[in-house]
């Protein structure tokens, strides 16, 4: 908000009054090839999304350079490094995705080895011993074989 000084300078100060009015804009307005998020995630959801880090100037009736500048993540309540943190998880999106499947390959296939392992000891073609080992040293009286 401004006003004038004792000295009749004009100043800028916070004050309740000259809080932002925001409202929202654009439903019904544009074609939806244009809506946010009509080419891919990363309209809103990027390291430097303007939906969120855009910086916007407050306008008045006065003409002034000394308006507040503010980001839209404030407008809307957000935190600005965990939206930045959000945004470079789409960025290696595609990464987290051959991570993923690959895990879940190696686990499928463990679990399908378990499987067969375990459909085999319940039926009986595997055994749950190991093969019996010859003796060391040979009782007494007998001889090596070699």
């Not at 000295?7 to 244009?34: G, Y």
């Not at 378990?114 to 093969?131: E, K, M, N, S, Y």
Request: aromatic share 12%; proline share 7%; with cysteine.
């Amino acid at each position: 908000m401004f006003r004038l000084d004792k000295e009749n300078n004009l100043i800028a100060e916070d004050h309740e009054a000259a809080q932002p009015v925001t409202w929202p804009l654009a439903h019904d307005v544009r074609p939806a090839s244009l809506a946010l998020g009509a080419e891919d995630c990363g309209d809103c959801h990027s390291v430097s999304s303007p939906f969120f880090f855009a910086k916007v100037a407050g306008t008045g009736p006065l003409k002034t350079d000394r308006g507040a500048v503010r980001s839209m993540h404030e407008f809307m309540g957000k935190d600005k490094y965990y939206q930045k943190l959000f945004g470079l998880s789409f960025t290696l999106r595609s990464l987290f995705k051959v991570i993923l499947f690959t895990a879940l390959f190696f686990i499928a296939a463990i679990l399908l080895i378990l499987f067969v392992l375990a459909l085999g000891r319940f039926t009986g073609l595997i055994q749950g011993t190991a093969p019996a080992s010859p003796e060391w040293p040979p009782p007494s009286g007998k001889t090596s074989t070699k």
